[in-house]
């Protein structure tokens, strides 16, 4: 197993892995965002709340959930050790370089808008998830448990709702700069395909963040 502890500990190997989780990542926010947009329905939240019974209860989808809060953490222990490591390589930064002359404001600050993206996740998971799992939650006319009572509190509330857009724009920001990177690490990086790839990421982090803010602003302006 000596390959596999050279792999997670090598910089490159580190990047590969980091690359790897970021696209299951990106492909993850398509789906979430889909079941999202169901609670802008016009039913008093009953799709979005069958929507949210189905995932939580589903095998299939239960297994993998347990994948994607491990590839969460593996994403964000992986970016924490390339920090650190990267930090003792050169514990002195460059005199007189000007980082906006050869790089972009997100590729000079993903550890912050990660940081950022971290915290939402925090604040995210504990008043949704924790209490779709654990909370005291009121039953719809369906008999599902009423997660979008809990929903439609949060983004009645107009500083939650500030907050979740600021943080969709980190998102914004760090997908800019991690979507193409991820294929340029995996290798996938060729004068007809990259810049394709590239179009493709910011078109990517515009919408994907964007479609999110939009939904607890159109809740927020209707309630």
């Known amino acids: 197993m000596s390959w596999l502890s050279d792999t997670l500990t090598s910089t490159i190997g580190r990047k590969l892995v980091m690359s790897?989780?970021?696209?299951?990542?990106?492909?993850?926010?398509?789906?979430?965002?889909?079941?999202?947009?169901?609670?802008?329905?016009?039913?008093?939240?009953?799709?979005?709340?069958?929507?949210a019974k189905f995932m939580t209860s589903n095998p299939i989808i239960k297994f993998t959930s347990y994948g994607l809060y491990a590839f969460i953490l593996i994403h964000i222990i992986m970016s924490i050790?390339?920090?650190?490591?990267?930090?003792?390589?050169?514990?002195?930064?460059?005199?007189?370089?000007?980082?906006?002359?050869?790089?972009?404001?997100?590729?000079?600050?993903?550890?912050?808008?990660?940081?950022i993206i971290f915290v939402f996740l925090v604040i995210h998971l504990?008043?949704?998830w924790y209490e779709m799992h654990w909370g005291s939650i009121p039953i719809d006319e369906a008999g599902n448990k009423d997660l979008y009572a809990v929903v439609n509190a949060a983004f009645s509330e107009w500083w939650y709702v500030a907050i979740y857009v600021v943080c969709m724009v980190g998102l914004a920001f760090h997908l800019s700069h991690g979507f193409s990177s991820a294929f340029q690490t995996l290798g996938i990086n060729h004068s007809k395909y990259t810049p394709f790839i590239k179009k493709l990421g910011i078109v990517y982090a515009i919408l994907i963040p964007a479609a999110f803010?939009?939904?607890p602003l159109i809740m927020f302006f209707n309630s």
């Open 20 to 51: 790897l989780t970021g696209l299951f990542l990106i492909i993850f926010l398509v789906v979430h965002l889909a079941g999202n947009f169901q609670l802008l329905a016009d039913d008093g939240g009953l799709a979005f709340n069958a929507y």
């Open 126 to 128: 504990r008043n949704f």
């Open 81 to 115: 050790a390339l920090v650190i490591k990267n930090k003792k390589a050169r514990p002195v930064g460059y005199d007189k370089v000007k980082g906006s002359a050869n790089s972009s404001f997100s590729s000079r600050n993903m550890g912050i808008l990660g940081f």
């Open 213 to 215: 803010a939009s939904i």
